[in-house]
Nanobody, 125 residues
Framework: QVQLVESGGGSVQAGGSLRVSCAAS????????MAWFRQAPGKAREGVALISSYGHTRYAEPVNGRFTISYDNAKKTLYLQMNNLKPEDTAMYYC???????????????????WGQGTQVTVSS
């Protein structure tokens, strides 16, 4: 069965950088999309960035220009490089993936079938 395992979260001061990773197993990244979502306490889960197996990327407005999503096919690992972090970036970050053949450019959680357990990112001011 498909497993997505996030790592790399932690605490950082505002203006700092962090990279979170998501290792995928038993997953075929073909005509598919992978994405990062986040959820802060008391708030709804929101899409942060996505990348399709065709190379499309899309970013949510609050992170555009600061975050970069990438996928290493050899390592089967999704990354999110986060620069110039702000306290409002504090959240649990989740990795998500669509089924193969169901690639999407949507940052709507309903478009994604597989989810990781999350990794916490905390940004202090």
């Amino acid at each position: 069965q498909v497993q997505l395992v996030e790592s790399g979260g932690g605490s950082v001061q505002a203006g700092g950088s962090l990279r979170v990773s998501c290792a995928a197993s038993e997953y075929t990244y073909r005509s598919a999309s992978m994405a990062w979502f986040r959820q802060a306490p008391g708030k709804a889960r929101e899409g942060v960035a996505l990348i399709s197996s065709y190379g499309h990327t899309r970013y949510a407005e609050p992170v555009n220009g600061r975050f970069t999503i990438s996928y290493d096919n050899a390592k089967k690992t999704l990354y999110l490089q986060m620069n110039n972090l702000k306290p409002e970036d504090t959240a649990m970050y989740y990795c998500a993936a669509t089924q193969s053949g169901r690639w999407s450019l949507s940052l709507n959680a309903a478009s994604y079938h597989y989810w990781g357990q999350g990794t916490q990112v905390t940004v202090s001011s």
